[in-house]
């Protein structure tokens, strides 16, 4: 006898059948589309079982690669309101578009589903009649989910008959698209080039579209977390002009940050802080612009806690603690300083855009020293903003580097002060200019601007640190030896970054110094001015610009080697620039041409320096990426130690980023990430990567624990087994060498073994890193 789920499905086919002969007339068979109510009363009874039950399965399969900016048809299926929401033809990141985008950005540009509706958004979920056939025949997401389980993936190691590259079409079909979606693209249902789902999870998402896609609010806040919103929301709206400015000039440096108040992770939850044209105690009237700093159009800003929405994914997530300490610091560096506010800073472009103008009131050993606090955070917010993605963006910056930064103390003087101030004008910024650019007449400008302001400071540092006078390793800021912020490791992972504390890898061959005008210059380049919703020549601007940025802090770290080896060592970094750096380089700029009181007595000065640097971190430099954290046999931490010193032309067939776990003779597992860092002759060709590539001098890096969001392979290895798998991977030599690499150790795409091995990583992350752990993401796993 058939079941009723088997009469439905049946009965559905047959429905189907009729629908493509009457060129699919939903409204005929449906009704005509209206959007639909679902969003529930947290843990109310419609919203339980996807509290309980769906919300975690779409976490584990779909948010992995519907997340964020580049979520594919911009279907954001990290909350209620984007699934609801649905998905739109149109790409977020679209590089060679002429004129700026209207923004769309969940949560913000609009606020209800018919909104996004008016604006081109098209349902993934039912929004006719509301019937078990309606809602399975006339949603795509149903659709898309039996066509997977239809069509399941092909028995074959390497899949084919798929497009998995980074700026690949995409379909987004709308309902009314669907039946010649599933003829075109039988294999292509969902989750897209991945195993499909076991039969109990499809049932599971199957019966809750059936039954309507209910879904729920997020949970009401705590009496600790009420409290904590107040205090903070009072403190970011105090009265004075003092409190205003020191207000927005947090605002528009943790706009981006997920905030929270306890590390207990049975109570984390995350919060943003937004602008609002009502003050605490009254609905959010929430203001949207283009940049956190761009003209709110009302007499009074108020700035509001609100909490995150939507599910951590790692690609997006920056953490900031918001606790009594940070209360005390920012009280004392803002609030009851020494200093005076008689009038606030307009928001006019040319005036907003750069932070040494708008902010000229704020002591600057108050600003830096806030940077400083977080600077991992700092950096992140370009690493992990929407500036960062695809290898246009990323190739301003070389694969693995060290960053240092200058002691705030140091910029205590009036003498600095003064600087910064005299040179406001040549410290403008892109960002300055409209969403619409026209690259090359404005890259001439800000080239001019830059060089006249290395002119003037190297002037200045010629004359304080004449004969080398006060040129010593004080100068870099050692963090007091506890904050682990001191030191960082940034790794380019070809169309993605990471940063992460301490000094990690083999020996960089490069580093930068940041000073306070480089990182403040860098944030608001990259990720207050940035807009992913730019046109071409805004984006390319923006990536140009970087340039000088980077050899900024390239030229601040050179500055401690000796005078004779500076220019050498320089060069080796750029070998066959370009002529427009070329030209940059050569132009008519007084050097910094100082000695170092540094004392060097080795003939590898370079080497020497970062000795000298680690040891003045002393107890503050993290070693939270150290293999030896690994619960596993010393002899195993050797093993792992080797592939550090793995080196050379193999390394070309390796991705990026893989994802490495080792069951221990425990039992138990640990992970690990291996960055392959790439080579080049110099980073300063925009369009020719590939040309600059020395893939001889490739380096591999293995860190404990998950680094980088989009990896790219897993691999699984018996602890007893790790001698053999370093000794293999060191001899890949060839295309071929690395899949036999992949055939002994990987859990490939195609393997019916990918989603435990995913949900095992989820689980570790999340345990071992509850507050920093997010969801990865699988776009760009690759196919091999």
Not at 32 to 45: A, F, G, N, T
Not at 105 to 113: C, G, I, K
């Amino acid at each position: 006898m058939f079941s009723k789920r088997s009469l439905l499905i049946a009965f559905v086919v047959i429905f189907s059948g009729c629908a493509t002969y009457a060129t699919y007339n939903y409204d005929q068979l449906f009704g005509e589309e209206q959007v639909q109510e679902r969003i529930h009363e947290y843990k109310s009874p419609e919203s339980i079982d996807y509290l309980e039950e769906v919300k975690p399965l779409i976490d584990k399969r779909c948010v992995v690669c519907h997340a964020c900016y580049d979520a594919p048809c911009q279907l954001k299926m990290s909350s209620a309101e984007g699934i609801d929401r649905g998905a739109h033809k149109s790409k977020i990141y679209e590089g060679t578009r002429l004129v700026a985008a209207n923004p769309t950005r969940l949560f913000e540009d609009a606020q209800t589903t018919q909104e996004w509706r008016d604006i081109g958004f098209s349902p993934v979920l039912n929004e006719r009649e509301q019937n078990e056939i309606a809602n399975t025949e006339a949603g795509v997401m149903a659709r898309m989910l039996t066509l997977k389980q239809t069509n399941p993936l092909a028995k074959e190691t390497q899949l084919t008959g798929y497009d998995f590259s980074i700026d690949r079409d995409q379909q987004c079909p709308t309902i009314e698209e669907m039946s010649d979606y599933e003829s075109q693209y039988p294999s292509w249902g969902m989750p897209y080039g991945m195993p499909e789902l076991s039969n109990s999870e499809h049932d599971l998402l199957m019966n809750w579209l059936e039954q309507g896609a209910h879904m729920s609010d997020i949970a009401p806040l705590s009496d600790s977390d009420i409290a904590n919103v107040e205090k903070w929301e009072t403190f970011f709206n105090g009265n004075s002009l003092k409190e205003q400015l020191t207000a927005r000039y947090l605002y528009e440096h943790l706009f981006l940050n997920h905030l929270y108040f306890t590390k207990d992770p049975n109570t984390l939850r995350f919060f943003k802080v937004v602008r609002s044209a009502t003050p605490p105690g009254e609905p959010l009237s929430l203001i949207a612009t283009r940049r956190p700093y761009d003209d709110p159009g009302v007499e009074r800003v108020y700035y509001r806690v609100v909490p995150v929405r939507s599910s951590i994914v790692d690609k997006t997530h920056m953490p900031y603690l918001l606790d009594q300490e940070r209360f005390q610091k920012w009280n004392q560096w803002f609030v009851t300083a020494d200093y005076q506010v008689t009038s606030l800073p307009s928001y006019s472009t040319e005036i907003a855009a750069n932070p040494l103008v708008t902010f000229v009131d704020l002591p600057v050993h108050s600003r830096y020293s806030y940077l400083l606090d977080e600077a991992q955070d700092t950096i992140q917010g370009f690493i992990k903003g929407p500036v960062c993605r695809g290898q246009l963006a990323l190739n301003v910056i070389n694969d693995h580097f060290w960053v240092f930064f200058v002691d705030p103390d140091k910029t205590d003087s009036p003498d600095v002060v003064k600087f910064y101030r005299e040179q406001k004008e040549n410290l403008a910024l892109p960002a300055e200019l409209d969403s619409t650019t026209v690259p090359i007449t404005s890259w001439i400008q800000y080239s001019r601007n830059q060089a006249r302001y290395l002119e003037a400071k190297n002037t200045y540092l010629n004359s304080i640190f004449a004969d080398g006078k006060h040129l010593t390793l004080d100068l870099v800021w050692n963090g007091d030896q506890k904050n682990d912020n001191s030191a960082l490791t940034i790794y380019r992972h070809f169309d993605s970054a990471s940063v992460i504390k301490g000094l990690n890898g083999p020996t960089p061959k490069t580093a930068w110094v940041i000073d306070y005008a480089l990182l403040e210059r860098i944030h608001y380049l990259l990720v207050a001015g940035f807009d992913v919703y730019g046109n071409f020549g805004h984006q390319l601007m923006t990536r140009m610009y970087m340039d000088f940025l980077r050899m900024e802090g390239e030229s601040n770290f050179l500055a401690l080697l000796p005078k004779k080896m500076r220019k050498t060592e320089f060069e080796s970094w750029y070998q066959d620039p370009s002529p427009q750096l070329s030209r940059f380089l050569q132009r008519d700029v007084q050097p910094f041409e100082q000695p170092t009181q540094i004392t060097y007595t080795s003939d590898n000065p370079k080497d020497e320096l970062f000795a000298k640097l680690r040891k003045r971190m002393g107890k503050g430099l993290s070693n939270r990426y150290s293999v030896t954290n690994a619960d596993l046999d010393k002899s195993s931490h050797i093993a792992l130690n080797n592939i550090d010193r793995i080196q050379g032309d193999g390394l070309q067939y390796l991705p990026q980023i893989m994802t490495l776990k080792v069951v221990s003779s425990k039992g138990n597992s640990e992970f690990f990430t291996l960055l392959n860092t790439s080579a080049h002759k110099n980073i300063s060709s925009l369009f020719n990567e590939e040309g600059n590539r020395i893939p001889k001098l490739d380096r591999l890096s293995i860190l404990y624990g998950v680094v980088g969001s989009y990896p790219a392979a897993f691999l699984e290895i018996e602890e007893s087994k790790l001698s053999d798998f370093v000794k293999q991977l060191s001899k890949v030599g060839s295309e071929e060498d690395y899949v036999a690499l992949l055939d002994s150790y990987a859990i490939r795409r195609s393997s019916n073994k990918f989603w435990a091995y995913s949900d095992e990583l989820t689980e570790w992350y999340k345990m071992k890193y509850p507050i920093e752990a997010g969801l990865l993401d699988y776009n760009r796993f690759e196919n091999r």
